[in-house]
């Protein structure tokens, strides 16, 4: 294989590699609850709430 043969298929490994990094973010980021206030994550306490570190609110769980 020549440079340009390498050079292509390194360009190409890396793009595969990049849509699936995109891919898996977008996936975590549906499955995770956010603060509609600050963006955080929110954290499970008790059945039914989940709670924000920062803002130091408490939610419902919807689902």
Same mark, same amino acid.
């Given at each position: 294989? $020549?440079?340009e043969s390498?050079? !292509?298929a390194g360009l190409?490994?890396?793009t595969v590699l990049a849509l699936? =990094?995109? $891919? =898996? @973010?977008r996936r975590r980021a549906r499955q995770a609850?956010? /603060?509609p206030h600050c963006g955080n994550r929110l954290r499970s306490v008790d059945p039914g709430r989940r709670h924000c570190d920062s /803002? @130091? !609110?408490?939610?419902?769980?919807?689902?």
């Open positions: 294989m $020549g440079p390498l050079l !292509l190409f490994v890396v699936a =990094w995109e $891919g =898996w @973010k609850p956010t /603060c /803002c @130091k !609110l408490y939610f419902r769980r919807l689902a």
